[in-house]
């Protein structure tokens, strides 16, 4: 018995190109041919092939199926090494699963930095993107704060300093930090690390601080760095206040 090219491809449940592609690469002998020029595979062709097929099913690269399929104990570490890999690809595929449903039962945007799909109805456009910066120098308990400030930021103050006209007056400004400062004092109270960042970081902090400053410059205009300068501030002095009558934080107006 003998099979042409598709026959053969047909019954191993692939496909001509398939087959030829595995002659290119020499994991399947070429048989020989008839005087027609066909070529006429036999029982150990389909074998062949169904061998090379189980061991690409099972993951193995192509270009070590010849030495994974020749047994003994290089097979053995190459197996464990593939298991170790489709694990972490396992981890990796149910970990978007789960960011996937959060997105879609948040009504999300999907580029949202992960862990943010319940609170990105409360981001602009600049705070997706600092966020979206803070991922990568901050571990995961400083990105938990950070998701707890958006969640406890008053977004009517939030949604007045991202509306912030360039060419805001005196006045404006200085009344939007005083209205921001309260806010920005409790979170400088409740997490220390956002002044001492250091413990919580994964990168050098020359190289954070540095990517930081030209985020903000970048991502805000002069007028709303301004009003936000000026919130530090007045949180600053508040919470040196406070500290010195050893009172917990409250309103600068209280």
Same mark, same amino acid.
């Given at each position: 018995?003998?099979?042409?090219?598709?026959?053969?491809?047909?019954?191993?449940?692939?496909?001509?190109?398939?087959?030829?592609?595995?002659?290119?690469?020499?994991?399947?002998?070429?048989?020989?041919?008839?005087?027609?020029?066909?070529?006429?595979?036999?029982?150990?062709?389909?074998?062949?092939?169904?061998?090379?097929?189980?061991?690409?099913?099972?993951?193995?690269?192509?270009?070590?199926?010849?030495?994974?399929?020749?047994?003994?104990?290089?097979?053995?570490?190459?197996?464990?090494?593939?298991?170790?890999?489709?694990?972490?690809?396992?981890?990796?595929?149910?970990?978007?699963?789960?960011?996937?449903?959060?997105?879609?039962?948040?009504?999300?945007?999907?580029?949202?930095?992960?862990?943010?799909?319940?609170?990105?109805?409360?981001?602009?456009?600049?705070?997706?993107?600092?966020?979206?910066?803070?991922?990568?120098?901050? =571990?995961?308990? $400083?990105?938990?704060? !950070?998701?707890?400030? &958006? +969640?406890?930021?008053?977004?009517?103050?939030? #949604?007045? /300093?991202?509306?912030?006209?360039?060419?805001?007056?005196?006045?404006?400004?200085?009344?939007?930090?005083?209205?921001?400062?309260?806010?920005?004092?409790?979170?400088?109270?409740?997490?220390?690390?956002?002044?001492?960042?250091?413990?919580?970081?994964?990168?050098?902090? =020359?190289?954070? $601080?540095?990517?930081? !400053?030209?985020?903000? &410059? +970048?991502?805000?205009?002069?007028?709303?760095? #301004?009003? /936000?300068?000026?919130?530090?501030?007045?949180?600053?002095?508040?919470?040196?206040?406070?500290?010195?009558?050893?009172?917990?934080?409250?309103?600068?107006?209280?």
């Amino acid at each position: 018995m003998a099979w042409s090219t598709r026959e053969l491809a047909k019954l191993a449940g692939t496909t001509v190109n398939t087959v030829r592609h595995y002659h290119r690469l020499g994991l399947l002998e070429e048989p020989a041919r008839e005087n027609n020029g066909y070529k006429q595979y036999e029982v150990r062709h389909l074998v062949r092939l169904l061998r090379i097929r189980r061991l690409s099913g099972l993951g193995v690269p192509l270009g070590q199926i010849g030495e994974v399929g020749a047994g003994g104990e290089t097979t053995l570490l190459a197996l464990r090494e593939l298991d170790d890999e489709l694990a972490a690809n396992i981890d990796r595929l149910e970990k978007a699963r789960a960011d996937i449903a959060a997105i879609v039962r948040a009504r999300a945007p999907a580029d949202v930095p992960a862990g943010f799909e319940s609170v990105a109805f409360r981001l602009s456009q600049a705070d997706s993107s600092m966020i979206h910066l803070y991922t990568q120098p901050y =571990d995961e308990a $400083a990105l938990a704060d !950070v998701r707890t400030m &958006v +969640e406890q930021s008053p977004k009517d103050i939030d #949604d007045e /300093l991202n509306a912030l006209a360039v060419d805001a007056d005196e006045m404006m400004r200085q009344e939007l930090a005083e209205r921001l400062a309260p806010d920005l004092a409790r979170s400088l109270h409740e997490f220390p690390w956002l002044r001492d960042p250091v413990g919580n970081l994964r990168k050098s902090m =020359d190289v954070t $601080a540095e990517t930081f !400053v030209e985020a903000l &410059v +970048e991502l805000y205009h002069h007028a709303q760095l #301004d009003v /936000l300068a000026r919130a530090s501030l007045i949180a600053s002095e508040f919470l040196s206040t406070s500290s010195d009558t050893d009172d917990g934080p409250v309103p600068p107006s209280a």
